[in-house]
């Protein structure tokens, strides 16, 4: 495999783990929220501890229970979504692995030209389709379709900059 096809497939397992780690941020968003939800009916309850009438009597049972469907809910949100966590935390770690093993194998000069271009740029690495760089979308020069075709070193765009796959 090229060394700029190394550098893809590191790339993507990159932005991969960087969807999986969005995945798992939005299950915690979540569970988060069912917890404040908690916590809330909690303090409400803490309020009416000792009620003085029949009437703080009813709210204190109706936010009792009120509490115990709060604390369903987080335990069927946990229980739906426990597979799921593990799921994406086992993916971000095999993934994280990948991503350790596939840098060893890159050239440490094309990986600081990758880096030096993510500074500037969202995708550092794009694919060529249509004889145009996906980068930029501007159609590629001859001379710059045959270069990459050989494949023989790293094909930059010469309108954008980035690296050519």
């Known amino acids: 495999m090229s060394s700029v096809k190394q550098l893809l497939r590191w790339h993507q397992t990159k932005e991969s783990i960087i969807r999986e780690q969005q995945k798992l941020a939005e299950l915690k968003r979540k569970e988060a929220i069912h917890t404040d939800k908690i916590n809330a009916i909690q303090e409400k309850l803490n309020q009416l501890a000792s009620p003085a009438n029949q009437e703080e009597e009813i709210q204190k049972l109706l936010t009792e229970q009120e509490l115990w469907m709060a604390n369903k809910e987080l335990e069927r949100f946990l229980a739906d979504h426990q597979d799921t966590f593990f799921t994406i935390e086992t993916t971000i770690s095999q993934k994280q692995y990948d991503v ?8 440490p000069d ?6 030096r271009l993510a500074e500037n740029k969202k995708n550092p690495i794009v694919e060529v389709k249509n004889k145009s760089c996906m980068g930029c979308f501007m159609p590629l020069s001859l001379s710059k379709i045959s270069e990459w075709r050989r494949a023989k070193e790293v094909v930059y765009c010469d309108e954008c900059g980035r690296i050519l796959v």
Not at 100 to 107: G, I, R
Not at 110 to 115: I, S
């Open 100 to 107: 350790m093993e596939l840098q060893q194998s890159l050239d």
């Open 110 to 115: 094309l990986l600081a030209d990758y880096n």
